[in-house]
């Protein structure tokens, strides 16, 4: 990508977008930060809190190690720094749904550090995006303002939930890369079991800084887009974000450093409050907490335990299988897919395999609105149908009906591809007479036709597709093509 297709024109000419992520992901683990509740979702309001969690007098939070091995896990997949010491640090506002009237956070010493992450753009282009920070802390309960018309009730179960605020450099210009680093982020994520990334569910979402500035000055003035849930809301708020700030700098007006709130019937950004520092939160070390250090076996025994990651795995799909870095960058966007993919390969072609994986099972699965996991067509049968192909017992688009059979609700649905074939009678007819005799019966019936394929070769596809229509499709298509050639005197070209 260029540098130019990141550049946005205004009236007083081009602007660049500046753009960091803070992106909160729920820690997968059974049990919250500090306290032992569970933190399942969809519970029962309510049903979920400790007496921590619920910040009753003289309870003492207790850290639970599970969520310090996640963290360190992911800092080793963002291929960061690990602070083998690191320190809780209150953050105190008020809140209804915040018991404690703090937070437990990070603040001057996170648990991890500097990484990297690198993100895939359009046209096969990759970026590195640094990444400045990863810190723990808890999550706050949860108001809600829908249930009466005059009351407000707080729901308790998020409260002490484990959040890994994971923090970016000001790299990406345009809402793509932004979109691109959240795809990433939140594959590296489900790689390492992390984070299962369900941004609908809230287990993943996004605080958006954005800023704008002429290409070469400092960075400009940002404001802060809070708690925005969808990557398709990234990129729209960024986009109006950034637009509503070129408009005010270009009126004359300067931009304040605010949070805002992203309104996704709208579309646009709104403002929230103006923005906070960090002296107003008055942050300092919790007293009831120890800072939190471990040894490099700790650190070490997690890193063995490290999945091959989106990257590494791309890079062998296109070393191994020959696949164009397009394919293997879909196949490996979910471990599962990729898996799946592998188990169809297996001992066959890959590239064909792959075509068939991401042509129509990704396909089909995503008009059904289906995982990979509740595909009704499983690996070993897509690969049964490659075979097929590849054997000639059908043409490729037979293969396309009998993969819809397979696919679709119906008596067929997740059949060996084979018996489809076998009992409906599928096979693709290689017998020359028989072939010869259907192409001699549409050469008879259209005399006027033949006259004209003889002055005009490009004709004979007329005849080919007459062919395959009355073999229904079954005939095998060179075999077709050669025989109407020959018959009408064409020389093959
Ligand atoms: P805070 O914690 O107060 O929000 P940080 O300095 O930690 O402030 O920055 C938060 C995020 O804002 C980071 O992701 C960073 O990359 C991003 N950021 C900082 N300055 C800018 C800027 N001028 N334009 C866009 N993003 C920025
Ligand atoms: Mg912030």
């Not at 979920?48 to 910040?55: E, F, G, I, K």
Request: glycine share 8%.
């Amino acid at each position: 990508m260029t540098e130019k297709t990141n550049l946005i024109a205004g009236v007083t000419g081009d602007w660049e977008i500046v753009i960091g992520l803070e992106v909160h992901a729920q820690v997968t683990s059974d049990a919250k930060l500090f306290s032992g509740a569970a933190t399942t979702f969809g519970a029962e309001p309510n049903t979920q809190v400790s007496l921590v969690d619920a910040a009753m007098p003289g309870m003492l939070p207790v850290i639970n190690w599970k969520c310090v091995e996640q963290a360190v896990r992911t800092g080793l997949g963002l291929k960061a720094q690990i602070n083998r010491y690191s320190v809780f640090d209150r953050k105190n506002y008020f809140y209804p749904d915040l018991p404690q009237g703090y937070q437990i956070s990070q603040y001057l010493q996170p648990i991890v550090g500097e990484g990297e992450i690198e993100i895939d753009l359009e046209g096969g282009a990759v970026k590195t995006v640094g990444i400045e920070r990863l810190h723990l802390e808890q999550d706050a309960g949860k108001s809600l303002h829908d249930q009466h018309p005059d009351l407000s009730f707080v729901d308790l179960n998020r409260s002490g939930v484990a959040l890994m605020e994971i923090v970016s450099r000001p790299d990406m210009h345009s809402a793509g890369e932004a979109q691109a680093y959240v795809k990433k982020l939140r594959a590296i994520l489900r790689y390492l079991g992390t984070c299962d990334g369900n941004m609908e569910q809230g287990s993943m979402r996004a605080d958006v800084n954005v800023s704008v500035r002429k290409p070469g000055d400092e960075l400009g003035t940002r404001c802060e887009i809070k708690n925005v849930n969808s990557i398709r809301f990234i990129g729209q708020a960024i986009e109006h974000e950034a637009r509503r700030q070129i408009d005010v700098i270009e009126d004359g007006g300067k931009i304040n450093q605010e949070t805002r709130l992203f309104d996704p019937k709208r579309g646009e950004t709104r403002s929230m409050r103006s923005k906070e520092e960090a002296h107003d939160y008055r942050y300092f070390p919790d007293p009831d907490l120890l800072p939190l250090t471990f040894s490099a076996e700790f650190v070490d025994d997690i890193a063995r335990t490290l999945p091959e990651l989106p990257d590494d795995k791309k890079k062998r799909f296109m070393d191994d299988y020959g696949l164009s870095a397009y394919d293997a960058g879909v196949l490996v966007s979910e471990a599962e897919n990729a898996d799946f993919f592998e188990l169809a390969a297996k001992g066959r072609d890959a590239k064909a395999t792959a075509n068939m994986v991401i042509g129509s099972v990704f396909a089909g699965l995503n008009k059904a609105g289906l995982t990979i996991a509740d595909s009704p067509v499983q690996a070993e049968q897509v690969g049964q149908l490659v075979d097929l192909i590849s054997d000639q017992t059908i043409s490729s688009r037979i293969a396309k009906d009998v993969f819809d059979l397979m696919f679709d609700e119906g008596s067929d649905q997740g059949r060996d591809p084979s018996d489809i074939v076998e009992e409906k009678g599928l096979k693709q007819v290689t017998d020359t007479g028989a072939i010869e005799a259907a192409v001699d019966a549409v050469i008879a019936a259209n005399p006027d036709k033949v006259e004209q394929a003889k002055a005009k070769p490009k004709m004979a596809g007329w005849f080919v597709g007459q062919v395959m229509q009355s073999t229904g499709g079954k005939a095998n298509p060179q075999a077709v093509n050669q025989l109407v050639l020959a018959k009408l005197g064409i020389e093959d070209q």
